[in-house]
């Protein structure tokens, strides 16, 4: 599931991929841009420059960048890195598997169906780049202003 | 594009991938569709992988895995099966030559049936030139064939590579006349220098083996279990090695938790690694190369059990010595090397003779200095480029060869290990039926 960490984490993301190519964001900025608390927003690039997305520099200057171009980053991968397994339900996952209590997972039809949906799901995910994800809210407003 | 604009597919290399792509684009019912198999060897069908005739050379996968036809997964285990190979349900894996034939018959059978769509060139390609709406493919005896579109599935490198001159392939064994009590030298330790082992023990070569490779490491045995479900929801994608590394170190550690076995995480990954590949960035490709190809294919590349005991029984009586180190030095001295090799961990330098050096290094260092001329030519003419780590041609995953301006091909494409810096893994036959089931579609939609 999308939890706030993975939102804030495509936040700073398409943050950073709206900055001129290759130039450092400080955390601060990222943070107060979008509604991020600064303390949160530091563990979760932490977490995205050990799965290789963001490139780092330390000292008065440093700041954060992307590590790869937006076109070449997927929304899903991210997302799995900060969030596990892309799964509508915790039962949903093959490598996280949480049973529920009241049920039989080889024969509850509700899990089922739910292993098709998450497929979906990493199917939209991993077929939507970083880029992409930012246009999209331009988009929206050049739409908005033009039907206006 | 039309049907008509693509109609005439001229095949280069009728090896495994050849064969495979053929009968895929042969299911097509297009009456206009011409398919023309060239070979340079005598053979066609077996290719440098199913060449061999030593009984002891076994195919690494077992009958169910091996199947040249995507919509029939059980085509091989049937033939093999009709043909009384295999009984009862142990896993069997097949002789490689018996797959030879199998791929023989199975070209037998599509000539045979299509009398007018596909015909058989026994004859070197040696270049392709684009020509009006497709290309023209020259061959060795000066004639040429004009198609829409040409396929280049060349295969392996039948050669050693340029810097290895002093170095002969493992099928040269039988023609070499390497004196039988002298030691001999192969470089590298994965399947391949596991063939050349049983090969030269079957000619009766009683002279010490030494092999040596980076990290001196051997193919594990195959063991019967389970692999793992797992979707791709499930798989890091895009990330650093490191971190994917982590992360599947740590879910074969879950897994063995739960009594299974690492075997049974590789397998269950098996069928995302192409996409896994796919995701990673040009450095991260390169790292895997450089540090973690060795280790995974150990893992990954596994050997039927009984001639993994038996290469562990050549071990034990000395016959055959593992080095984790480099080829440090060559010099040819009459009908022998002297050969240094600085060994990994303690920097020492042992030189010894030997009657012979294999090559048995496997995956390419240089694409561009490929043995196979057309794919050299290709890359001169710049209709073709290396991929990023130059381990083949760069082709998008439609299997388009892209030029050295990076346009993909509208009429030169490539199947089969050639394609390794797209697909990675492309070597097996399950990978590469579905690639020839993917390209058969495209060229024939």
């Known amino acids: ?148 | 594009m039309t049907q008509s604009r693509r109609g005439s597919i001229v095949i280069v290399g009728g090896g495994a991938s050849g064969v495979s792509l053929a009968a895929h684009l042969l299911q097509s019912p297009s009456s206009s569709l011409r398919v023309t198999l060239v070979e340079k060897r005598p053979e066609f069908g077996s290719g440098l992988a199913y060449s061999t005739s030593l009984p002891d050379h076994l195919l690494n996968v077992t009958d169910k895995g091996m199947s040249a036809l995507a919509h029939d997964p059980e085509h091989f285990s049937r033939w093999a099966r009709e043909r009384g190979f295999v009984q009862g349900n142990e896993p069997y894996y097949a002789p490689r030559s018996l797959y030879g034939r199998y791929l023989r018959e199975l070209l037998s059978e599509l000539a045979e049936r299509e009398p007018v769509r596909l015909r058989l060139v026994q004859e070197e390609a040696v270049s392709i030139t684009p020509s009006g709406s497709g290309v023209e493919v020259s061959l060795a005896n000066g004639a040429s064939l004009v198609g829409h579109v040409t396929v280049l599935a060349t295969g392996h490198d039948d050669q050693p590579e340029a810097d290895l001159a002093f170095a002969i392939k493992t099928e040269f064994v039988d023609s070499g006349g390497i004196d039988r009590t002298a030691p001999v030298l192969i470089l590298g330790t994965g399947l391949s220098m596991v063939d050349a082992v049983l090969l030269l023990e079957a000619r009766g070569h009683t002279g010490q083996i030494v092999a040596v490779s980076r990290r001196g490491l051997i193919p594990s045995p195959h063991r019967p279990g389970s692999p793992i479900r797992l979707d791709s929801a499930d798989i890091p994608l895009g990330t650093d090695l490191s971190y994917f590394l982590n992360w599947f170190r740590q879910l074969v550690r879950d897994t063995e938790a739960r009594g299974g076995d690492w075997r049974d995480v590789v397998d269950g990954l098996r069928p995302f690694n192409q996409r896994i590949w796919q995701s990673w960035s040009t450095s991260t490709r390169r790292r895997f190369i450089e540090h973690t190809k060795a280790w995974w294919d150990v893992h990954r590349h596994r050997m039927a059990p009984q001639i993994h005991a038996r290469l562990q029984e050549t071990i034990a009586r000395g016959r055959l010595r593992l080095v984790a180190g480099r080829l440090a030095d060559v010099t040819s001295e009459g009908d022998s090397f002297r050969v240094t090799l600085e060994h990994r961990q303690t920097r020492h330098a042992e030189t010894l003779s030997v009657a012979a050096i294999l090559d048995c290094t496997g995956i390419a260092k240089d694409v561009s200095a490929s043995s196979i001329r057309i794919v050299r030519g290709l890359i001169r003419q710049r209709l073709a480029r290396p991929d990023p780590m130059r381990i083949g041609l760069d082709v998008t995953t439609d299997c388009a060869v892209v030029d050295a301006d990076g346009r993909p091909s509208s009429n030169i494409y490539a199947v089969g290990p050639l394609t390794r810096g797209t697909f990675l893994e492309i070597d097996a036959m399950p990978d590469i039926r579905a690639q020839c089931a993917r390209l058969a579609n495209l060229l024939t939609a």
């Open chain 1, 1 to 148: 599931m999308l939890t706030r960490k993975g939102k804030y984490g495509l936040k700073a993301l398409v943050d950073l991929s709206s900055r001129p190519e290759g130039q450092l964001a400080f955390v601060n900025d990222i943070a107060k841009r979008n509604n991020i608390p600064k303390k949160f927003l530091d563990a979760i690039l932490v977490e995205l420059r050990n799965a290789g997305f963001v490139q780092s520099r330390k000292g008065k200057e440093g700041g954060y960048r992307l590590a790869r171009p937006a076109e070449e980053i997927r929304v899903g991968h991210v997302i799995r890195v900060l969030d596990g397994p892309l799964a509508p339900f915790p039962c949903a996952s093959r490598t996280r598997y949480e049973p529920c209590e009241d049920c039989d997972e080889a024969t509850c039809q509700v899990r089922h169906m739910m292993l098709d949906v998450r497929n979906a799901i990493a199917e939209v995910l991993d077929n939507r780049s970083l880029a992409e994800m930012r246009d999209i809210a331009e988009d929206t407003f050049e739409d908005l202003k033009y039907h206006a």
